[in-house]
């Protein structure tokens, strides 16, 4: 199974305070497990709020709206993509996770959706389209 592991922000990370030499050397260690391990698909870490843009619809209409973000707690800094075979492991290893902000954080687990889980609108034909545009993509 793929999930999303989703760093929520606070507000140094929305301040745009960067992480010390030693938390850089800790999680690039901790990717480097997950590298090594075959579970770490990507990885990144996300700008502040204030350098985004939403793009919100509503009755037909589509609005930009700039940031920054007020709610902090709803935001993401930072992200992995993991390829597991359980939640429960996904559990593991965010355990092991070094602590990402020096203080308290939270980090949230999000399975992704597999074809077989998509039910019957998801035609031969659309899954076919899908598994080509999947093959391109991981030319590039």
Known sequence: MRVMIL???????????????????????????????????????????????RVVCANGKRTVIDGPFAETRELVCGYWMWKVKSMEEAIDWVKRCPNPHGGDFEIEIRPLYEMEDL???????IKDKEQQLRKQLATK
């Open 119 to 125: 039910g019957p609108g998801y035609t031969e034909e």
């Open 7 to 53: 760093i929520k922000a606070t507000k140094d990370t929305e301040a745009g305070v960067l992480p010390d030499e030693r938390l850089f050397a800790e999680m690039g260690k901790f990717n480097e497990e997950l590298a090594k391990a075959g579970l770490m698909l990507a990885g990144e870490g996300l700008q502040p709020s204030s350098k985004s843009a």
